[in-house]
């Protein structure tokens, strides 16, 4: 079964830093792409973040394009999302999905149960 692991959350000041990390288990013989949602508060929607597919190829929300960084390590199973210059609007859950590709046995999508980021200003 896959499972998605999020870490890295937590409060910081406008202007700061985080790193979130992604570790991914379960996959044995699909290639997957993994992404970076989030849901603020009081909200039922959730915003594409960013997204990286199992070659490297990025896409981001406008919203965090030249702020945001994800990668992911393939060999460890682990994706990051490095977060400078945080903003009071960038407070939110954010969650780690994946999408299997290749195929019916392996076109899936799975989410974990996210991390909380609180950016104070």
């Known amino acids: 079964e896959v499972q998605l692991v999020e870490s890295g959350g937590g409060l910081v000041q406008d202007g700061g830093s985080l790193r979130l990390s992604c570790a991914a288990s379960?996959?044995?013989?699909?290639?997957?792409?993994l992404m970076w949602y989030r849901q603020t508060p009081g909200s039922k929607v959730y915003e594409f973040v960013s997204?990286?597919?199992?070659?490297?190829?990025?896409s981001y929300a406008d919203s965090v394009k030249g702020r945001f960084a994800i990668s992911r390590d393939n060999a460890k199973s682990m994706m990051y999302l490095q977060m400078n210059n945080l903003k009071p609007e960038d407070t939110a859950m954010y969650s780690c999905?994946?999408?299997?590709?290749?195929?019916?046995?392996?076109?899936?999508?799975?989410w974990g149960q996210g991390t909380q980021v609180t950016v104070s200003s």
């Open positions: 999905k994946s999408r299997g590709r290749g195929g019916a046995r392996c076109e899936y999508e799975y």
């Open positions: 997204g990286i597919d199992p070659d490297g190829s990025t």
């Open positions: 379960g996959y044995s013989y699909c290639r997957y792409d």
